[in-house]
Antibody
Framework: EVQLLESGGGLVQPGGSLRLSCAAS????????MSWVRQAPGKGLKWVSG????????YYADSVKGRFTISRDNSKNTLYLQMHSLRAEDTAVYYC?????????????WGQGTTVTVSS | QPVLTQPPSASGTPGQRVTISCSGS????????VNWYQQLPGTAPKLLIH???QRPSGVPDRFSGSKSGTSASLAISGLQSEDEADYYC??????????FGGGTKLTVL
């Protein structure tokens, strides 16, 4: 089955860290660019970060640059998002999405999301 | 504030045709293609239209997209109750990031 399954969300204090994972199955992960998109409670979608198929190219939204790091392990078909210095405004459902051959290709497959809550 | 501008809400009765607009700039919609996503209540987004006007396999032909200059539109004809959802436009920006619209909540009256 073609799917993306996120994990790693939870409750974390402001200033803390968290690592999200996204396990891919049913498609050629190693030739697919990937992205993370988040959705704050009651708000719209906001792109967070993207990574090329080989991992050599990474892209970030200004709001997370320097705090978040996207990476991937093609041998494990897994995408990661390491988040540091978390803020209340990072509270959101985080979705991983498959972009296609390049990060600027349409996001044609989405996971079900994992919830990150930043609160003391 | 979202980079792309959408109306916050839209509505129609069953069978009607509704359109949702999306306005951007020369660095996103003006120079790259537009995608549309449908998010049903409590679910993850789903790709509805890509490359301005292309429907992925399985998307009914009631859904169509268009683009002109720095604006795009999503049209839904023969509106059905199951079309009630949030709709988002998105485009790649030349500053190397994806930008989204704020979303339009479609209500089927």
């Amino acid at each position: 089955e073609v799917q993306l399954l996120e994990s790693g969300g939870g409750l974390v204090q402001p200033g803390g860290s968290l690592r999200l994972s996204c396990a891919a199955s049913g498609f050629s992960f190693s030739i697919s660019a990937m992205s993370w998109v988040r959705q704050a409670p009651g708000k719209g979608l906001k792109w967070v970060s993207g990574i090329g198929a080989s991992g050599g190219s990474t892209y970030y939204a200004d709001s997370v640059k320097g705090r978040f790091t996207i990476s991937r392990d093609n041998s494990k078909n897994t995408l990661y998002l390491q988040m540091h210095s978390l803020r209340a405004e990072d509270t959101a459902v985080y979705y991983c999405a498959k972009d296609g051959l390049r990060v600027y290709y349409p996001m044609d497959l989405w996971g079900q999301g994992t919830t990150v809550t930043v609160s003391s | 504030q979202p980079v792309l501008t959408q109306p916050p809400s839209a509505s129609g009765t069953p069978g009607q045709r509704v359109t949702i607009s999306c306005s951007g700039s020369s660095s996103n919609i003006g120079s790259n293609t537009v995608n549309w996503y449908q998010q049903l209540p409590g679910t993850a987004p789903k790709l509805l239209i890509h490359s301005n006007n292309q429907r992925p396999s399985g998307v009914p032909d009631r859904f169509s997209g268009s683009k002109s200059g720095t604006s795009a539109s999503l049209a839904i004809s023969g509106l059905q109750s199951e079309d009630e959802a949030d709709y988002y436009c998105a485009a790649w920006d030349d500053s190397l990031c994806w930008v989204f619209g704020g979303g339009t909540k479609l209500t089927v009256l």
